[in-house]
């Protein structure tokens, strides 16, 4: 159907409200809708593909003008990106802004700069040369510009995934097992799920791949004291839950108190009695010291840019700077400082993030254990054969990359406490 005067007003209306990033799009979108609730279910999904397809192709649909508006930013961004025709679109528009639009459709993307290429800030572009090549800084700017598929995890507390994939496959719903997560399924069409029964019942979470291979490298057992330390709205924790079989005890820390409200459902939901979510002050809270060398396996999956989950959230790019990434840098050096004092001797911890800057990553570790000596590094590849998962192009060190695993940017790095010499 073709494209009518109102649908476009209400477009340029949303992206007006989210380009100026005051806060995450999601969030802003979210407001907005709340503030038009006459809004129907398909022009809201309209309003969201368009403001997230605008955020991944800003800085081509920004270098085409001087100063570019959020009317000039949907109109160039429907033409050249949605396949909407100079003909179809002409009745609606002016005839200035008619006049532009053959040139935006014609450019060239090579001829541009390699960050707008990319789309990624020059800023990224050039942390990132100092250890990729130009054409993989490209594939990957490329990649991160293609909205994620929707995965999710089978809870085996409730559920097979044989059984959840039968169930998906009589809805009528294209579903296929993930090819390294054992417990992961791949929804590529992104149906709505959070009405279906599998989900209501708790037997399926939305969980990425990648987020789902970092629990198998924890590896937590039945019986075990689990802390995951930086638990939000408790993603991860659910997986290690199910992993220890529900027996045992899994705190779950977060300084939010809004995350952990949001993870009280989902725990709810999952049929796990081994989950105890509290709220800590920060990482020096007192409420941790009572657990010092207690611990047999940490989570530390602490906040982050985000950078590696740029197919989501196209908005990290204008949110994180460098100055926001040097805070972050003394934060996670802080928490895994802390995270680490919790682990018994012999116990098992595992560092994450969602970046793919060294600095929040391998660079965090080295220095960790260059002041630790009784801490020493696992070697994620092995770990991972050991549990039958075979992932490609993985060292010492676990980097997922979106190019590469179709997962999330995850990073992870495993240290061991040395065990007791006696
Ligand atoms: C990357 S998110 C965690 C996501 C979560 N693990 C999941 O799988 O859904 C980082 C979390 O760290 C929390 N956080 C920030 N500072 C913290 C601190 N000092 N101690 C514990 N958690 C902290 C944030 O509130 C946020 O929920």
Known sequence: MPLTAEQLSLLIAGTRKVLPLQAPADVLLSQYFRDHPQLGQNDRAAIAETVFGILRHRFFL?????KATAREMVIAYLTRFQGINLREIQPLIREVEAKWIPRIKATPLATLPLSIQAELPPWLVEKLQAFMRDDDILSLGKILQQPAPLDIRVNTILAKRETVLTE????GIDAHPTPYSPVGIRLPGKPTINRHPLFLEGK?????????????LLAPKRGEMVVDFCAGAGGK??????????????????????????FKPRLKRSGLSNVYPQRIDSE??????????????VLVDVPC????????????????TLSSINELKIKQESILNAAAKLLKRGGRLVYATC???????????????????????LDCGQLFAQQQIHLTSVGVFLQLSPLHHHTDGFFAAVIERAPDQN
């Open 62 to 66: 920004e270098s085409q003008f001087e």
């Open 168 to 171: 998906l496959a009589q809805a």
């Open 204 to 216: 399926i979470e939305v969980q990425d791949e990648g987020s789902q291979l970092l629990g198998y």
């Open 237 to 262: 924790t659910l997986l290690l839950g199910a992993l220890m079989h529900s027996h045992g005890r899994l705190y779950a820390f977060d300084v939010s108190e809004k995350r952990l409200g949001n």
């Open 284 to 297: 020096r809270d007192m409420k941790l010291k009572r657990l010092a060398g207690k611990i047999d396996r």
């Open 305 to 320: 840019s985000g950078l590696g989950t740029l197919r989501r959230n196209p908005d990290l790019k204008w949110r994180q």
């Open 355 to 377: 970046s793919l800057l060294p600095e929040e990553n391998q660079q965090i570790i080295e220095q960790f254990l260059a002041t630790h000596s009784d801490f020493i590094l």
